[in-house]
């Protein structure tokens, strides 16, 4: 089992993580806002598939690591 394990207060909110991830398992945060007031990516809780597409599509550095079981 994986999981995307995303570091909120570095997300830029570009959604390139988003756009990329090919079991769509990622989205935009609706309710909350980072430290930098923007609107973070949240993992949906299921359909990871530990394939890290969302890992290497990040600008930010170790905003998202993937997690493998």
């Known amino acids: 089992m994986a999981k995307p394990n995303i570091e909120?207060?570095?997300c830029k909110g570009c959604g390139r993580c988003v756009a990329a991830c090919p079991k769509k398992c990622l989205e935009m945060a609706v309710d909350r806002l980072n430290a930098a007031g923007l609107k973070p990516v949240v993992y949906k809780g299921e359909g990871c598939i530990?394939?890290?597409i969302c890992f290497?599509?990040?600008p930010e550095p170790y905003a998202i690591r993937v997690e493998r079981d």
């Open 8 to 10: 909120e207060d570095c």
């Open 50 to 52: 530990g394939c890290g």
């Open 56 to 58: 290497y599509n990040c």
